[in-house]
């Protein structure tokens, strides 16, 4: 089977740099996605990692580790507009696995 | 068109009602995916489409029926819900390659309450 953790919550104020960490676990590896849902709204792709590295997409990042089933989303000059839920996702299979989410709660 | 639309955007059946939820999509991909959500939960995952065929079904009970009509549709017919499937019902689709999967266009979904 496959598991994510993620952290619940997080606060940070206008123009800080928030990272969030994943960690998996799954018995076969194929990369590993960020999603971002405003609240009442329908999931965002972000990014995606198969390789390890880090991949940037404007103002966010994203980094995989696969020896330490790790990955991160770094979001920087936050703006208000970034207060949503952010899932790391495992895929594999044809389908994907969401992580619980992330809140990210970005204050004035 | 980047753009996957779902009709209704809200419905409220009762437990003896039929009815059914829409989604299309005009972004030439060939898997299209039903999740259902819960209240600050993430999206759980129903069923798979691939090329137009069921590929994936994830233990989900028969009162939920899928169909894909054509390459762009993809309906989700219900029957005899019970209120524990109120929920937000989400269309997805993407590329079929092994390698798509991993990025879906999500339609704004249906707020489904049942009574």
């Known amino acids: 089977g496959q598991s994510l953790e993620q952290p619940s919550e997080v606060t940070a104020v206008e123009g800080a740099i928030v990272q969030i960490n994943c960690t998996y676990q799954t018995s076969g590896f194929y990369g590993l996605s960020w999603y971002q849902q405003h609240d009442g709204g329908a999931p965002t792709f972000l990014s995606y990692n198969a390789l390890d590295g880090l991949e940037e997409t404007g103002r966010f990042s994203s980094f995989l580790s696969r020896s330490d089933s790790y990955g991160y989303l770094l979001l920087q000059e936050l703006q208000m507009k970034d207060s949503a839920s952010y899932f790391c996702?495992?895929?594999?299979?044809?389908?994907?696995?969401f992580g619980a989410g992330t809140t990210v709660t970005v204050r004035a | 068109d980047t753009e996957v639309t779902q009709t209704p955007k809200h419905l409220v059946m009762g437990m003896t009602n039929k009815k059914s939820l829409k989604c299309e999509q005009h972004m030439g991909h060939r898997a299209m995916y039903w999740y259902k959500q819960k209240a600050k939960k993430p999206p759980e995952l129903m069923f798979v489409y691939s090329y137009e065929k069921l590929s994936i079904n994830e233990s989900v009970p028969s009162r939920f029926s899928p169909e894909c009509p054509n390459s762009s549709l993809l309906n989700l017919h219900l029957h005899a819900l019970q209120p524990e499937d109120s929920a937000l019902y989400l269309c997805?689709?993407?590329?079929?390659?092994?390698?798509?999967?991993?990025?879906?266009?999500f339609g704004p979904g249906t707020r489904l309450t049942v009574t």
């Open positions: 997805a689709s993407s590329g079929a390659g092994p390698a798509d999967v991993y990025e879906q266009y």
């Open positions: 996702v495992l895929g594999g299979d044809y389908k994907l696995s």
